[in-house]
Every structure is written in C-alpha cells, then in structure tokens.
C-alpha cells in the first residue's frame, strides 16, 4: 500500500554533505513513523535515524550532531541531511516507513523498505 522511491546517494569526500530524500506513496494510508537504515558491505543493516509522527527523533550515536532528518508530511517526503561526512557512513542507505490502512475503529499496520541508494564517502 505504500511506495517508496529514495533519492540523493552519489559519491562525496570526507568533510562533504549529502542530502537523501524518500518520496512516499500511496492510498488511504497513514504513515505514522519513518526511518533511514544503512547497510555497510559485510555488516548487518542499523537504524541511522527515525523520526516519529509526532516528530520525535532518534539518531545512532555515530551521527548525532553531523545528521538530521526531518520530514514534510503535506508532501510525504522524508529526508535525512548528512553533514561531516565519514568514510565510515559509506553504504546503502534505505528509508523505511510504518503505516497504518483500513478501518478507522480498528486500523491494520505495515511497514515497507525502499529500494536503498548508495552513499560512496571517499577521497
């Protein structure tokens, strides 16, 4: 019921910035929170931040102070802005999205993954 189209990985150098965005979609759903994940090469996936419908975040220790996600519910677009860029953020980074469909009185939840996109820190 949800779709989720990341955007904004490329290759940067340590010190640069980047800024991903997730376009979300889909049909008489709520989307309650929403999170970006990475995956490093032979490492498992970890939350980097998520930000709830109340706009509670949370960030991984690794990124506080350098990250910010922040989201625009009127356009359904998550996005995650990467400041001091680290060798060590280098990965495939997937937005992930809880949500909730169906009845008012007794509503059902999923969640979804995007499709990810490569972020490349490296001089």
């Known amino acids: 019921q949800v779709h989720l189209m990341e955007s904004g990985g490329g290759l940067v150098q340590p010190g640069g910035a980047l800024r991903l965005s997730c376009a979300a979609s889909g049909r008489r759903v709520s989307i309650d929170s929403m999170g970006w994940y990475r995956q490093a090469p032979g490492k498992q996936r970890e939350l980097v931040a998520s930000?709830?419908?109340?706009?509670?975040?949370n960030y991984a220790e690794s990124v506080k102070g350098r990250f910010t996600i922040f989201r625009d519910n009127a356009a359904n677009t998550l996005y995650l802005q990467m400041n001091t860029l680290k060798p060590e953020d280098t990965g495939v980074y997937y937005c992930?999205?809880?949500?909730?469909?169906?009845?008012?009185?007794?509503?059902?939840?999923?969640?979804?993954w995007g499709q990810g996109t490569q972020v490349t820190v490296s001089s």
């Open positions: 930000v709830s419908g109340g706009a509670w975040t």
């Open positions: 992930h999205a809880a949500f909730s469909y169906g009845p008012v009185e007794r509503p059902l939840s999923g969640d979804t």
